[in-house]
């Protein structure tokens, strides 16, 4: 698993950024564009060949590290991607908030302005460069000093809008990672159901070996379910803060129009999550530890030593 953003060329860029009193907090972006994300990806994706490593690279947010990633999957090299909803639904404006409020969005890598970096996403969730969409869930509370008023409290500049060095990296998303890749992707046709089963479910099973007990429906695997509405009793919902239950104070969502939301969750078998009553009704202690196995995802070509092969000297 690898987070590819070059931290060497951020550090400098940061640094430059400090001198010249530009922290504020959409100033996070400015220290990490694109191209520190594309070297990154293009270096490990490199590496992982030279060694031949299965690789899963996380958190992609730009439309030339997602042109990486498909380029050296179609040379049949056993990488796998994630992607959030965050960088297929949110842009760099957000950091752009009156006052502190941008601090709300600062994560990593950053948002982008393109909109092409989201087309990519969709583009790439559709068509299989990317294996799995994760929340990357960071509960890390805005009215908190120690969260992200952090970037307040730890200010040397002083500047009334914060410190993006010191604002903690990430943002929520856990409960609504799945309505939104349904609402969006689903029912605006940028994915197929198929397509949102295996972001969503099968794919995280099988690369994190914990398939076929999870993320698929047959005989002894685990009874977990999402169960949505249909076309008549569909409704818009309007995500609100108060509506969630995902150990943090905000939404970076706050206000959005979803299409719908689960009307039942089931976990193995038994009602998790009640949709009607927006109400968590498993009881405490229901969740249980999965022992990992294998992926049953490709694994290493068995080509590490074909390199050598034109290094070795040879005796006449």
């Known amino acids: 698993m690898v987070h590819a953003e070059n931290a060497d060329i ?10 010249r ?73 957000k950091m752009m908030a009156p006052g502190f409020e941008g601090a709300k969005c600062v994560c990593a890598p950053p948002l982008r302005s393109d909109p092409v970096d989201q087309e990519k ?36 500049t002083k500047n009334p809008r914060g410190n993006f060095k010191t604002i903690p990296n990430g943002l929520p998303g856990i409960g609504t990672r799945t309505p939104l890749l349904w609402s969006e992707g689903v029912l605006k046709g940028r994915i197929t159901r198929q397509k949102f089963v295996e972001l969503n479910s099968s794919n995280a099973a099988k690369l994190y070996g914990m398939y076929p007990k999870k993320g ?19 409704k818009p919902i309007i995500i609100r803060q108060e509506d969630l239950h995902h150990g943090a104070d905000y939404t970076p969502y706050e206000g959005m129009e979803v299409q719908d939301w689960p009307k039942l969750v089931i976990l193995r078998g038994k ?30 070509r068995g080509f590490s030593v074909a390199w050598l092969n034109g290094w070795t000297p040879h005796d006449d």
């Open 10 to 19: 951020i550090d400098w860029m940061s640094k430059s950024l400090v001198e």
């Open 21 to 93: 009193g530009m922290v504020e907090p959409w100033h996070h972006g400015t220290s990490r564009p694109p191209l520190v994300e594309t070297e990154a990806t293009n270096r490990a994706i490199t590496l992982a060949e030279i060694v031949d490593a299965p690789m899963l690279i996380v958190h992609v947010s730009s439309k030339e590290a997602t042109a990486h990633i498909r380029k050296a999957q179609t040379r049949g090299l056993p990488l796998y991607a994630e992607t959030c909803p965050h960088y297929a639904l949110l842009t760099a404006e």
């Open 121 to 156: 996403i969709w583009e790439g969730l559709a068509n299989g460069t990317f294996t799995v969409m994760s929340s990357d869930h960071a509960p890390t509370n805005y009215h908190d000093e120690k969260g992200k008023q952090l970037g307040i409290i730890n200010n040397p």
């Open 216 to 234: 698929t429906i047959q005989p002894g695997s685990d009874a977990d379910l999402i169960i949505w509405r249909n076309e008549r009793t569909r």
């Open 271 to 300: 009602i998790a999550y009640d949709g009607d009553a927006n109400k968590v009704v498993s009881p405490k202690g229901y969740g249980e530890f999965i022992v990992r196995g294998k992926s049953t995802l490709s694994g290493p």
